[in-house]
C-alpha cells in the first residue's frame, strides 16, 4: 500500500531554469496539496488540487508558479524561470474525500530544491 | 498573517519526563486541530488530532488538549523517549476554509 510518492527527492537547478516537481498521491485519494517549507519555517500551503481542476491556489505566487493534476498521471508542480528564494522543500499531500473536517492529510517525504 | 502559533521553537525534555508543546490560534472558525510529526528529510506524519467538540483526546502516550476560549491547545508526551526527537507541527482547519493551516513547528529533543 503505497503512501504519497513524490520525485524526484533532490532538485538541482541553476537560477533561470525551470522546475518540475511530481505527486502521486495514495491510491484512492483524489485530492492534492502542495506544501513548501522554506528553511526555519513551517509548512506553508500553495494550491489545493482534485482531478483536472485547481480548487484553490490563494499560496501559489502569481509569477512562475502553477500547478496541474491531470485525470491520469501525476500531480505536477512547475516552477518555471527558478530564482534562489525558491530553494526549499515541497511537500505534496494527498487526502480522501472533501473538506478537510475530522480528515487527515497523508504526506510524501517531499522534494528537496536547491537553486544555484 | 499567522493564524496558527508555536511560539517555541525547541524544547529539550529528559527521557521518561513529560513534554508539553504549546499552539495558539485566532481564527473562531477553525474546528478541527492535528499535530504532525516530522523527521529531518522526511514528510509530516500524522499524530494526533481533536475536534472542537471535545477538550482532550487522548492515544497512548499523546494527549491533546483543547481550550477553545482560549484559542489554545497543547501536547502532551509522557513518558517522553529519545525516539519522539523530531519537529512538531499544529494545523487547524476549519468549515470555511479548504486546507491544514500550519504552525511554524516546535523541535523536541528527548535527551538520555
Known amino acids: 500500500n503505497a503512501g504519497v510518492m513524490q520525485n524526484p527527492r533532490h532538485l538541482v537547478r541553476r537560477r533561470g531554469q525551470e522546475a518540475r516537481l511530481r505527486c502521486s498521491p495514495m491510491?484512492?485519494?483524489?485530492?492534492v496539496y502542495w506544501y513548501r517549507q522554506l528553511p526555519e519555517e513551517g509548512l506553508k500551503f500553495m494550491v489545493y488540487?482534485?482531478?483536472?481542476?485547481?480548487?484553490?491556489e490563494s499560496g501559489m505566487p502569481k509569477e512562475r508558479f502553477s500547478a496541474e493534476f491531470p485525470k491520469e498521471g501525476p500531480s505536477i508542480l512547475r516552477i518555471q524561470q527558478v530564482v534562489r528564494g525558491d530553494s526549499a522543500a515541497y511537500f505534496c499531500?494527498?487526502?480522501?474525500?472533501?473538506?478537510?473536517?475530522?480528515?487527515?492529510?497523508?504526506f510524501g517525504s517531499g522534494t528537496q530544491l536547491s537553486v544555484l | 498573517d499567522q493564524q496558527v502559533k508555536q511560539n517555541s521553537p525547541s524544547l529539550s525534555v529528559q527521557e521518561g519526563r513529560i513534554s508539553i508543546l504549546n499552539c495558539d490560534y485566532t481564527?473562531?472558525?477553525?474546528?478541527?486541530f492535528l499535530w504532525y510529526k516530522k523527521y529531518p528529510a522526511e514528510g509530516p506524519t500524522f499524530l494526533i488530532s481533536?475536534?472542537?467538540?471535545?477538550d482532550k483526546n487522548e492515544d497512548g502516550r499523546f494527549t491533546v488538549f483543547l481550550n477553545k476560549s482560549a484559542k489554545h491547545l497543547s501536547l502532551h508526551i509522557v513518558p517522553s523517549q529519545p525516539g519522539d526527537s523530531a519537529v512538531y507541527f499544529c494545523?487547524?482547519?476549519?468549515?470555511?476554509?479548504?486546507?491544514?493551516?500550519f504552525g511554524t513547528g516546535t523541535r523536541l529533543q528527548v535527551f538520555p
Open positions: 499531500a494527498s487526502s480522501l474525500s472533501t473538506g478537510l473536517t475530522n480528515e487527515k492529510l497523508f
Open positions: 491510491k484512492g485519494h483524489s485530492h
Open positions: 488540487l482534485q482531478k483536472e481542476n485547481i480548487i484553490d
Open positions: 481564527n473562531s472558525m477553525f474546528d478541527y
Open positions: 481533536i475536534s472542537s467538540i471535545k
Open positions: 494545523a487547524a482547519s476549519g468549515a470555511n476554509t479548504d486546507k491544514l493551516i
